[in-house]
Structures are given as C-alpha cells and as structure tokens.
C-alpha cells in the first residue's frame, strides 16, 4: 500500500494549479519546470484529470491547464482516486474488486484492513488543494512568484 508515483506527480501539478487558480490558464512546460516531472508524463496525468472533470485545457499560444472547479472543492482523495483508483492495503476491502478471496466471509483480519482503508481514505478526503496552499504559505512556501527583476538606470 502507497502513494504511486502517479498520485504524487498528479497531486504537485494540482497544487500548482491551485495556486495559479483565478488566473490565466498554466502550461505544461511551466508546471513540468516548477514540478521537475517529464512533460509527456505530466500530459498523461492531466489528460485523465480533465476526462474526470478536475482541469479544463484552454487551447493557443496562451493556452494551458487550469482547475475546473475551486481549490477548496478538490480534495487530494479525488486526485488519488483518479489517477490510482484509490488506496486499499489489500485487495479484499477494495470495492472495484472482482476477485473474492475464499476466506471472505471468514476472515477476521479483514476488518483491520477496512478501518485502515477508512482513515486513509478520511485522511486524503479531509485535505483540499486550498489546504496544501495555505500551507505552503506558512512554510514560507510562495510558488508564485515566477520572477524578481531588478533594473538599476
């Protein structure tokens, strides 16, 4: 049980986003350069975060990604649930799940595995892109900020 690479990657370019929301649309170069993630691979996560609805794409030279609805609304659990389908220590308490183990009805550890899958699925719910950025604001965090020019005349 973890956090893929996929999760992790997709949650970074949310959080930019978010702190970018209100504004013009953000490229995939721009979130790859401050993220240090591959643009192909970037593109391959926001692709499927735009088919679930979480990023629009807006198209031409001042084009890019921007979140579809506001920070405050789209919590980290959405983003791992698209990108990984969620978090489950063992397959028995995944609800997708089509395999039946033969202990099913049997196994008293499975309750175990359900409580852990709930808190982590409470955790993930309980933080949104809103959370992440006014945390990075108290931890002196400001990603904002593209440059700081100086001109001496």
Same mark, same amino acid.
């Given at each position: 049980?973890?956090?893929?690479?996929?999760?992790?990657?997709?949650?970074?370019?949310?959080?930019?986003?978010?702190?970018?929301?209100?504004?013009?649309?953000?490229?995939?170069?721009?979130?790859?350069?401050?993220?240090?993630?591959?643009?192909?691979y970037?593109?391959?996560?926001?692709?499927?975060?735009?088919?679930?609805?979480?990023?629009? =794409? @807006?198209?031409?030279?001042?084009?890019?990604?921007?979140?579809? /609805?506001?920070?405050? $609304?789209? &919590? *980290?659990?959405?983003?791992?649930?698209?990108?990984?389908?969620?978090?489950?220590?063992?397959?028995?308490?995944?609800?997708?799940?089509?395999?039946?183990c033969?202990?099913?009805d049997?196994?008293?550890?499975?309750?175990?595995?359900?409580?852990?899958?709930?808190?982590?699925?409470?955790?993930?719910? =309980? @933080?949104?892109?809103?959370?992440?950025?006014?945390?990075?604001? /108290?931890m002196?965090? $400001?990603? &904002? *900020?593209?440059?700081?020019?100086?001109?001496h005349?």
């Amino acid at each position: 049980m973890g956090i893929s690479t996929k999760s992790t990657y997709g949650i970074r370019a949310m959080f930019e986003l978010a702190l970018h929301h209100g504004r013009n649309p953000i490229s995939v170069s721009y979130i790859s350069g401050r993220e240090s993630i591959s643009i192909p691979y970037l593109e391959q996560l926001l692709s499927k975060l735009r088919r679930n609805g979480l990023v629009r =794409s @807006v198209r031409g030279p001042k084009g890019g990604y921007i979140l579809s /609805k506001k920070p405050k $609304d789209i &919590t *980290v659990g959405d983003i791992v649930r698209i990108l990984d389908g969620g978090i489950t220590p063992v397959h028995c308490v995944n609800s997708n799940n089509k395999k039946n183990c033969k202990m099913i009805d049997k196994c008293v550890t499975k309750t175990v595995w359900k409580k852990l899958k709930n808190a982590v699925d409470e955790t993930l719910d =309980s @933080v949104s892109l809103k959370d992440l950025c006014s945390d990075a604001k /108290k931890m002196g965090i $400001d990603k &904002t *900020v593209e440059h700081k020019y100086m001109f001496h005349i």
